[in-house]
């Protein structure tokens, strides 16, 4: 058996892998230095004591949204002014309460323990922007996967009319492009002053972000040309994907270095898109909140059972048998959420968690056509059932799925 030091003294293909990673946030952003001077523009004011303006940001996965405004937020922290920013990924910071107790952790260490409302915390967070007449700009990535969105905007909002000194801004990152239709008018007008679509890249745009990162990350002529354009043209077929692009690199230079050789080709990146897409759905299933989890769940137990309709679907555009009826996957839901001790939710809600789901990929959805009596949306699961199936399984096992209405676990909360 090797040691540790004989496997770290192996060649490897990577220079430095870090930079390839779909997290890293580099000096220069190619393609997106437009969008970037627009968002340093409309945070600018905080740096002169003045309120920053509310911004919202939309573009599909893998546009550049988070990381120009994380490139933005490091610029402006380098300032060191009494302005602050507080970012926060809304998939794991999914409520209002949460995202309070973000808050306080962040800046007010007293508080960095539960039990507290949600009063309390809103109360001593104004405290403390008053205190110090500090100008906070809060990002919140991914920010329509909130579950009580319309009471934590109301209460952002809220908090520049109780501030007496400083101010409190926002920025939200959302892959939804109708996500401002779903807030309550009375907080829509006020919560997106500004707002920016990023499009997708071109599959010009994205050889060139690979071609950087690669020369970045692996030593000289390590990758070929022909490799890199392979992996663009993938990712374009996925809605100009940048992180999926540098995720396909990744894993092919992975793939190199487990077979000791020092050259990635385009068999290295086709051998990568196998491994990726699987990566990808696990990752994103294990940041859902319970409720989405169960009703994928559900749809990939019943893709294995098979749907009751599928000689009805036989005779449509199912060529994989793989479609399943949106009534029968409630049922299946609902049988789901008693298995695993979770409290069912409405049909309101359940359609809203098949369009989270769709949105993420993770299933597909079309009306239904000829030959079904009503009107009904029809579901085929995005990725392999069984390893679905198992991976939630898994997940519930092990605790590590969040229930909604465990949420608001900080006790019980005033009404704001």
């Known amino acids: 058996m090797p040691t540790f030091s004989q496997i770290l003294s192996k060649p490897s293909i990577f220079k430095d892998r870090n930079v390839l990673s779909p997290h890293y946030v580099p000096d220069i952003l190619p393609f997106r230095e437009e969008q970037i001077e627009k968002i340093m523009n409309w945070v600018a004011p905080a740096l002169k004591n003045e309120r920053a303006r509310n911004i919202f940001v939309y573009g599909k996965t893998g546009t550049g949204k988070t990381a120009s405004v994380r490139h933005v937020m490091k610029k402006f922290e380098e ?6 920013t507080c970012y926060m990924n809304c998939r794991i910071y999914n409520s209002r309460y949460r995202v309070l107790q973000k808050i306080t952790k962040d800046f007010i ?8 409302g949600v009063a309390t915390l809103y109360e001593k967070i104004l405290a403390w922007i008053s205190g110090g007449s500090r100008r906070l700009i809060i990002v919140l990535d991914e920010v329509d996967m909130v579950g009580d969105l319309d009471e934590l905007m109301y209460t952002l909002t809220r908090a520049n009319d109780d501030l007496k000194h400083g101010s409190l801004s926002i920025i939200g990152i959302s892959n939804k492009l109708d996500f401002k239709n779903v807030l309550d008018p009375r ?31 692996f030593g000289q002529d390590a990758v070929d040309e022909s490799a890199i354009n392979l992996a663009a043209a993938i990712a374009a077929q996925e809605t100009g994907d940048a992180r999926y692009a540098l995720r396909l690199l990744l894993k092919a230079g992975e793939i190199a270095d487990e077979h000791s050789l020092m050259h990635i080709s385009d068999k290295e990146v086709e051998d990568a898109r196998k491994n990726v897409d699987s990566d990808i759905a696990a990752e994103i299933i294990a940041t859902l ?3 989405q989890q169960l009703v994928l769940y559900a749809a990939s137990a019943l893709s ?11 005779a449509s555009d199912d060529e994989d048998g793989r479609f399943l009826a949106s009534g029968e996957v409630y049922e299946e839901y609902t049988r789901a959420c008693k298995a695993f001790k979770r409290k069912k939710r409405s049909s309101r809600w359940y359609r809203e968690y098949l369009n989270d789901l769709e949105m993420l990929g993770l299933i597909t959805m079309v009306e239904s056509g000829p030959g079904m009596r009503g009107h009904t949306r029809l579901i085929k699961v995005g990725y392999p ?4 199936k198992a991976l939630i399984e898994k997940n519930f096992v092990h605790g590590k799925v969040m229930a909604a209405e465990d949420e608001d676990a900080g006790g019980t909360q005033e009404k704001l």
Request: glycine share 4%; aromatic share 8%.
């Open 79 to 84: 300032e060191k002014q009494p302005a602050c």
């Open 289 to 291: 909140p319970d409720q």
């Open 304 to 314: 294995l059972s098979g749907s009751k309709y599928a000689k009805l679907f036989a």
């Open 109 to 116: 260490p007293e508080m960095d323990k539960a039990g507290f």
């Open 187 to 217: 907080s829509r007008s006020s919560l997106c002053e500004t707002e920016m679509v990023f499009a997708p890249y071109t599959p010009s745009q994205l050889q060139a972000i690979l071609l950087q990162r690669s020369q970045m990350g």
């Open 385 to 388: 059932p069984l390893q679905i």
